[in-house]
Each structure stands twice: as C-alpha cells, then as structure tokens.
C-alpha cells in the first residue's frame, strides 16, 4: 500500500502507528512522512533521537500483547521494570492472531489475577470486547491503553488520539505549505486522559479514592 501511494505521486504520506510509519520509510526517503501514532519513535528505530491506587493489594497482573508488535515489545519491557519496582508479578498473555485469544483468555481465567493489563495493537483493538467481557465476567478489573473505550473495562489511560491527528494535519499543513520536513521536530504527546468506569467498578467490588476520581478527564456513571 505505501508503494501504491508513492506511485499516485503524493506529496506526504500520513501513516498511523509503528508498522505503517515503518512500510513508508523503506519505500521512499524523499516524500515527508508524518507519524500521526506511534510508540517510541526513537526506541523503535524510526528517528534518530527524540500507578494508581484503584486496586490496592494487588500483586499480579496479566498483559496482553502482540509480541510482532514492536511497540508491544518495548511495552512490556517497561511494564516488568515498573512492576518488579513495586513487587508485582506480571504474567504474559500472547497473542499473535485471533486465534490465540481463546487460549490466552482460558490463562486468564486459571491464573486468578488481580487486574488485566491491554497493550495496545490494531489487531488486539478488534478483538477487545472479548477481552472486557471475560474480564467482567471473572471480576478482574480491566485497565486499556485503546481509546475506543468498551463496556466492562474499568480504566482506560491514554493519549487522546483526536488531539494526536489535529497535530498530525498540522504538520502535514506545514509541509504542504514548504516547511522542511527536516526542520520540524518530531511531536512527543506529553498529556494523557484517563477515563474511570464507576458502573464497572460498582460490579467488581471496588472503591475508587475520591483523589483519583479527581484526576480522572471522564467518570462513566
């Protein structure tokens, strides 16, 4: 698809996520390219430089993600390292198709966790009612990094990806407009939402702090 793009004469591509931003570098090294969502650009190679207390007790996590996803990858890493900070065990659930999500939901159910992690990945996105539903049914409380934001997930803390696009057409506008794509700086989202399910939570058993609620951009009732 990007070598489709390249041959329609384009004067930028607009790519979303680290695969597409990836396919676009290694067709073309002229047309700019703006990377309207992506993990760690510099982490994953595409430039050169660049807690709460819901659950208290909680001891082991399950993460789910795309180990192809290199975006997943560096996730996971950063995961562990915060988790082993605070003696919390995290489980890997794997899932490379979406096949694998009747075998890694089964791990879910068996293993007792305290909470469940979502990595986010476009092919995991398809498939997250699966994950909440299950999540719900077993009582763990569900934590998503997606911004469709779905029934019976308890948080989800993100970017806000409406706010990642607008400064995508920004870029995009500059360079249409003849900025140097090598002049501008790579954008790195600094603000993060997070949204608190108090109907999910009401289900679980939980008690959200007052403080966090106070933080929270948006309280589902």
Known sequence: ????????????IVADGTPATRAALEVTKT???VMATTGDPVGTGLVKSLAR?????????????????????EAIVAIE????????????????APADFETALSRLTRQRVDAVMVVEDWMIRLQMSRVAETAFREKVPAVFSLPNFVAGGLMWYGP????LWRRAARLTDKI??????GNLPVEQFSTFELVINLKTAKALGLTIPPSLLARADQVIE
């Open 1 to 12: 698809m990007a070598r489709e793009l390249l041959g329609l004469g384009v004067d930028v």
């Open 31 to 33: 047309v700019p390219i």
């Open 53 to 73: 207390e819901a659950v208290p007790g909680i001891a082991r996590v399950a993460v789910i993600y795309n180990p192809l996803n290199p975006v997943d990858e």
């Open 81 to 96: 390292a915060t988790a082993r900070a605070r003696n919390v065990r995290i489980e890997r659930l794997t899932v490379r």
């Open 160 to 163: 806000n990806r409406p706010d």
């Open 176 to 181: 249409l407009r003849g900025a140097k794509p």
